[in-house]
């Protein structure tokens, strides 16, 4: 948004797509007390809305009776027609109003959709968020939102409606590249359990007991994000406190023990882990110890050999 465009308060909010996730933000923006619009192609999920909220033929009629409108259509097309189509919001939508993406899409998108709408005086915010239907419904997603600070400040009061945790992180694109990221750990970790339900089913564990305990473990042991406590993925410097060194290191040691302890379960079975070789050969990384004391993923030596 260009700083001549005024800047004036969002009283009213319109509500592109309305999925699993788009359904719930239009609820909790309408809960509360914005003066809400929707829009969605198909009759019988706008239905619903008719008696609480005004339901737009268009994006670009939904666009021009919002100051906010936020869009949560499924991909990269569609954020693009629903925005900058024949009909697209920007079509409708006044200088000094701002366009919310809630999809998750291509980062090149989004500078493409901001471009368009910055020669409007329009401006643009990418907001991924986590947490699903549930989430959506009951107004408590987690957001990470990209785009000029002053944007962001401007449509906040929208955003916290439908959300737990707001985190600004960075400029424009910055929070969908945050949520992709995100998707890949949660990506990586289904699979991580898939491998996993692979080899208990083989060795004759009932399935729902081991989700049971995986479940309650993970409340204390912190589940994917227990390492990400440094402010870099690459090795650990030289010069990192010992006490930290040590324990990484030891937690790498176990690390490979079990992996090489499930896998040896696993030929016994005769059932393949692939993640479980890579993990194995990753997991000095994964601890920030690659490249320390001639460590190449296999917990420090360079012969091959086994853990004893």
């Known amino acids: 948004m260009t700083t001549a465009e005024p800047v004036k308060p969002v009283t009213t909010v319109g509500v592109v797509g309305l999925g699993d996730i788009g359904r719930g933000v239009a609820e909790a923006v309408g809960r509360a007390w914005f003066g809400l619009g929707v829009c969605d192609k198909r009759a019988e999920i706008t239905a619903p809305f008719e008696g609480s909220a005004r339901v737009a033929a268009t994006p670009a009629s939904l666009g021009a009776g919002s100051d ?65 239907p549930a989430a959506a419904a009951s107004g408590s997603l987690v957001a990470m939102v990209g785009g000029q600070a002053e944007v962001i400040e401007r449509v906040r009061p929208v955003l916290d409606t439908f959300t737990s945790l707001v985190v600004h992180m960075g400029p424009l694109g910055a929070g969908l590249k945050a949520k992709l990221a995100r998707n890949l750990v949660q990506y990586g970790s289904w699979l991580a359990a898939y491998e996993a339900q ?4 083989a060795a004759g564990i009932e399935l729902a007991k081991l989700a049971e305990v995986i479940r309650e473990s993970d409340k204390l042991i912190g589940g994917a994000s227990r390492l990400m406590f440094r402010d870099s993925a690459a090795p650990m410097p030289p010069d990192t406190h010992p006490v930290i060194v040590d324990a ?18 696993g030929r016994a079975l005769e059932v393949e882990l692939p ?25 420090g030596r360079d012969d091959g050999g086994e853990p004893s």
Do not use: N, W, Y
Request: glycine fraction near 12%; hydrophobic fraction near 50%.
């Open 68 to 132: 906010v409108v936020i869009v949560v259509v499924v991909d990269d097309r569609q954020v693009l027609a629903v925005i900058d189509g024949a009909d697209g919001a920007l079509a409708g939508m006044a200088p000094g109003s701002t366009v919310v993406i809630l999809s998750t899409v291509s980062p090149a998108t989004v500078e493409s959709v901001a471009e368009k709408a910055s020669a409007r005086g329009i401006g643009v915010v990418d907001c991924g968020v986590s947490g699903g």
């Open 248 to 265: 990484m290191a030891a937690g790498a040691a176990l690390a490979h023990k079990d992996l090489r302890a499930a896998m040896e379960l």
């Open 275 to 299: 993640l479980a070789v890579m993990i194995d050969a990753r997991c000095d990384a994964v601890f920030g110890l690659e490249g320390r004391d001639g460590r190449d993923g296999r917990d």
């Open 198 to 201: 692979v080899l208990a089913e």
